[in-house]
C-alpha cells in the first residue's frame, strides 16, 4: 500500500536551519507530482511546496520563496525540503503528500513537527 513517512522536524531557534525528508513506497514515485502542506496550530493545511516528477518544475507558497527548497530523488523513491531562515510563523507539521492530494490522509504521512521558537 502507498506509505510516506516524514522526519528531520525538531525544534530549532529562528533563523536556523532544517532538512525535512519523506521516503515513499507502494506507488510509482517518479510518475506523480509532490506535495509539501503544513498545518499550524489551530489552522488549516496549507500548501508550502511542489515539485514535477523529474524536478523541471517548482513551486512554493509565498511565504516560503527563497527560504525553502524542495528536491526529490527518484532512485531512493525519496522528497525533500530544505528550509532556511526559518520564523515562528513556520511552526506547524509538516506533510508530503502524493500529487495533490494532502487533505487525504491516505495520501500523506504521518507528519513531522517543526516548532521555530528561542
Known amino acids: 500500500q502507498v506509505q510516506l513517512v516524514e522526519s528531520g522536524g525538531g525544534l530549532v531557534q529562528p533563523g536556523g536551519s532544517l532538512r525535512l525528508s519523506c521516503v515513499t513506497s507502494?506507488?510509482?514515485?517518479?510518475?506523480?507530482?509532490m506535495y509539501w502542506a503544513r498545518q499550524a496550530p489551530g489552522k488549516g493545511l496549507e500548501w508550502v511546496s511542489r515539485i514535477s516528477p523529474y524536478s523541471k518544475q517548482k513551486g512554493y507558497t509565498d511565504s516560503v520563496k527563497g527560504r525553502f527548497t524542495v528536491s526529490r530523488d527518484n532512485a531512493n523513491n525519496t522528497l525533500y525540503l530544505q528550509m532556511n531562515d526559518l520564523k515562528s510563523e513556520d511552526t506547524a507539521i509538516y506533510y508530503c503528500?502524493?500529487?495533490?492530494?494532502?487533505?487525504?490522509?491516505?495520501?500523506r504521512g504521518q507528519g513531522t513537527q517543526v516548532t521555530v521558537s528561542s
Open positions: 507502494g506507488f510509482t514515485f517518479s510518475t506523480w507530482w
Open positions: 503528500s502524493k500529487g495533490a492530494n494532502y487533505g487525504d490522509p491516505l495520501s
